[in-house]
């Protein structure tokens, strides 16, 4: 199987009152594909500037992250972010955001890209993943992610773009304010009357809720003490979540999709034990079996019988 995904690929000022980092590698994308290349290959899609060097691209290919859709942009600088964090680490506040080679990007896909059974559509401008998902002819499963930045400025877009995904991951406080629905299980209900099956509410330290047609169904995030910087959290999930679901042919029943959950859970939990994507630099694979392990035996995920 194969896994593409679209989103930001950018630089964080991050300030958490644990720390802070001035440049930090980010962006939805990169944080995505990182997470999702513990279960196989994926190919992040997006522009990046003359600042975006071979120091960042080797990050990525240590991976085995698939780098041949990241377009540079000749004089152009790449996409940038600075945000703090207070004591409630649940809420980013967006101090700047520069979209700098996301301005006027088109994306061509590679035929490898259009392709791909599964397709991310990472938080960035909702034309932008309007036109991948057009592009991308072969695609079995498509899934998107936005936020609060792209419900305020380009909302009829992001409805149009919710219309041809089959499910959508997004905090509960956004599919609250996209639905104008107070109530959760409404919001979600709202959005699956849209188009997609399946929607995933991301809680923050809460953990997750899946609501499908078939039933709902809720995980905490693992347990943790440390935690030093949320970035990342919603992206690693998610590439968890869906690098999880390529592995297993593109399953979406629920009992596979509550598995997906769990292994992005898991993800998420080593992503916030360190700023930015520096956690999952030293990562490895059976670190991530061995805490979903734990966490499945802390949840009792495997009584819960399938739907
Ligand atoms: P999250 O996983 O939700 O914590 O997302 C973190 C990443 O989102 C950061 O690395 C940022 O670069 C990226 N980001 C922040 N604002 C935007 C935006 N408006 N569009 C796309 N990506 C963004």
């Not at 071979?54 to 990241?70: A, C, F, M, Q």
């Not at 400025?153 to 219309?163: F, G, M, N």
């Not at 630099?281 to 061995?290: G, K």
């Amino acid at each position: 199987m194969s896994l593409t995904v679209v989103g930001s690929i950018a630089f964080d000022a991050i300030k958490t009152p644990f720390g802070e980092r001035e440049r930090a590698l980010g962006g939805s994308a990169v944080h995505f594909s990182l997470a999702a290349s513990f279960f196989g290959e994926v190919r992040p899609v997006g522009p990046v500037g003359d600042d975006f060097g071979e120091r960042e691209y080797e990050v990525l290919r240590r991976h085995g992250v698939i780098t041949d859709d990241i377009e540079h942009v000749q004089g152009g600088r790449t996409f940038f972010w600075k945000g703090e964090y207070d004591w409630d680490l649940n809420t980013a506040h967006t101090l700047d955001t520069q979209l700098n080679v996301f301005g006027d990007f088109e994306p061509k896909l590679s035929q490898e890209a259009r392709d791909s059974d599964l397709l991310f559509l990472a938080n960035i401008q909702p034309d932008l993943q309007r036109h991948v998902r057009e592009q991308s002819t072969g695609t079995q499963l498509a899934a998107l992610d936005s936020m609060n930045f792209w419900i305020e400025s380009t909302r009829e877009s992001l409805l149009r773009t919710i219309s041809v995904v089959d499910m959508v991951l997004m905090n509960d406080a956004e599919l609250r304010m996209l639905t104008e629905e107070p109530n959760l299980m409404r919001a979600a209900g709202a959005v699956r009357a849209m188009g997609p099956r399946v929607v995933i509410a991301k809680q923050g330290e809460y953990g997750a809720a899946l609501f499908t047609e078939d039933g709902f169904f809720a995980l905490p995030a693992y347990p943790l003490e440390t935690v030093r910087d949320p970035t990342g959290a919603g992206d690693s999930f998610a590439g968890g979540l869906m690098g999880y679901l390529d592995s297993q042919g593109g399953a979406i029943d629920d009992a596979t999709l509550r598995r997906a959950m769990t292994y992005g859970s898991t993800l998420a939990s080593f992503w916030v034990e360190e700023f930015g994507c520096e956690r999952a630099e030293r990562l490895t694979r059976d670190e991530i079996d061995e805490r979903y392990e734990q966490f499945k035996r802390m949840t009792a995920i495997e009584s819960v019988p399938a739907t």
